[in-house]
């Protein structure tokens, strides 16, 4: 049986009078990589954000390791193990690529679990480290991608929610990205994806759910869900 790690229920939020999710259930299971696909403004970042304690809801519950997240600040969520790779990256342009690092682990007081989680972020990014001196901001776009999401393995999670992480990379890079995120799963991660590239996202997931203006319209198994005619020719292009 597997040991639920998030679970939401019923969510519904608002955006003034526009309800962006419609009582949403969903859950992710410890060691699992679940993906939200869907199109744009079906409700992906709305819910990632709300999981992350960016936006309250009006209903509905959030609980993590047991635990209501609905009244803890978004900055103990990430005390508590769960950390947000924001779209768009979000790094620190005018800081070294180690201090971005470093900023990760701002919630972490073992120094050796600290440098336990960097070397493991240059073992996964070997770029990285080679230009650990550099400015972020001079970096490519790709480089920024992988110092966003090696940022919050410096956090130390147990969960690591993805928003969009191959949005605007090239085809090549979009693969080696992909490649990464079954990394952190293999590293003991686990892992919730928002992305575009529904394609991707399926063939690396464990599970899958479909959103739709709000609402789920599909969930199951990553792998059955690919083969589904409705879902291919929906979101797949096939």
Do not use: W
Not at 100 to 118: C, P, R
Not at 151 to 172: C, H, T, Y
Not at 182 to 203: C, H, I, P, W, Y
């Amino acid at each position: 049986m597997s040991e639920t790690l998030l679970e939401v229920k019923d969510l519904e939020v608002y955006y003034g009078v526009i309800c962006a999710l419609k009582g949403i259930s969903f859950k992710v299971n410890k060691g699992e990589i679940v993906s939200l696909i869907g199109a744009n403004g079906a409700g992906k970042t709305t819910t990632l954000h709300t999981v992350t304690g960016l936006i309250k809801p009006k209903h509905g519950s959030i609980t993590y390791k047991g635990q209501d997240l609905l009244h803890v600040p978004a900055h103990k969520i990430v005390s508590m193990g769960l950390v947000h790779v924001p779209e768009g990256r979000r790094i620190f342009q005018s800081l070294s690529v180690y201090d971005n690092l470093v900023m990760g682990s701002y919630t972490q007081k073992d120094k050796a679990e600290i440098k336990k989680n960097l070397d493991l972020v240059f073992s996964l990014f070997p770029r990285l480290e080679e230009r650990k001196k550099q400015m972020a901001g001079t970096l490519s776009g790709g480089e920024q991608q992988m110092l966003a999401m090696g940022r919050a393995l410096l956090a130390n999670p147990e969960m690591v929610v993805m928003d969009e992480p191959s949005m605007g990379l090239s085809p090549l890079l979009v693969s080696e990205i992909f490649e990464i995120v079954k990394m952190f799963r293999d590293a003991g991660k686990t892992v919730l994806l928002v992305e575009q590239n529904a394609k991707k996202a399926m063939s690396i997931s464990d599970r899958v759910y479909v959103l739709e203006t709000g609402s789920i319209a599909a969930e199951g198994a990553a792998a059955d869900l690919i083969n589904d005619e409705r879902i291919k020719k929906a979101y797949l292009g096939e």
